[in-house]
């Protein structure tokens, strides 16, 4: 499968503990998002690299949470000292940075759920 | 105010009906319109672009009004497989990043 892979699908861990989840784009992809979807919600933007350099970062993303591209391929996102409020799918996707090729290939997602 | 706005449904019909879904986005500057169709505990998919001339792929028929910020799809002779979430979603002028709206669930009944 050459798609977008996330690991783990899934993460159950108690509040206050850190957790990491990882993201493989699309070989070649430069781009990479971070997205958070919550019931009943549209994915919501959280960060987005070219290459290895995070260019943006939303509000939503707060001092707890950080996010890697250290050799511009795989991506690591972070949260520290989990809240409930973080339980959500976190959804990673690429897309290849070229003129005219905008779709944004999403991957399974890692779904968070924090007791 | 929401950036993008969908009407959340949920649309119940049956096959074979003919079912719209508008949107409406706050940014003028926005630059690209797509479809995204997301199944249950599935990720999002492009299901199609929506230029400003408007366009078709096969049952699907996408609009755009610039000047009234609103985005529509069209299902014609709907399946029981379109059953789905549809998300409604920009790409401002300057962001690389997708808004999306809350989507609207569609459900097709034998």
């Known amino acids: 499968d050459t798609g977008v892979s996330q690991d783990p699908r899934h993460k159950i861990t108690k509040r206050g503990q850190n957790v990491t989840f990882r993201c493989d784009p699309i070989s070649e992809h430069n781009r990479l998002y971070w997205y958070r979807q919550t019931l009943g919600q549209g994915p919501e933007f959280l960060t987005y690299f070219q290459n290895e350099a995070q260019l943006e970062k939303s509000r939503l993303l707060s001092d707890r949470f950080s996010a890697e591209r250290p050799k511009g391929s795989f991506s690591t996102l972070e949260i520290q000292r989990t809240e409930q409020g973080d339980s959500a799918m976190y959804l990673c996707?690429?897309?290849?940075?070229?003129?005219?090729?905008?779709?944004?290939?999403f991957g399974p997602g890692t779904r968070l759920t924090v007791l | 105010r929401k950036e993008v706005e969908q009407d959340p449904g949920p649309f119940n019909v049956p096959e074979g009906a003919t079912v719209a879904f508008n949107c409406t986005y706050s940014n003028s500057a926005s630059q690209s319109f797509f479809w995204y169709r997301q199944d249950c505990r599935k990720e999002p998919k492009l299901l199609m672009s929506v230029y400003s001339s408007g366009n078709e792929d096969g049952r699907f028929t996408a609009q755009l009004n610039r000047a009234s910020q609103y985005i529509s799809l069209l299902i014609r002779d709907s399946k029981l497989s379109d059953s789905a979430t549809y998300l409604c979603v920009v790409k401002g002028g300057s962001a690389r990043q997708l808004t999306f709206g809350s989507g609207t669930q569609l459900t097709v009944l034998p």
């Open positions: 996707a690429s897309t290849p940075g070229l003129a005219g090729k905008n779709e944004q290939f």
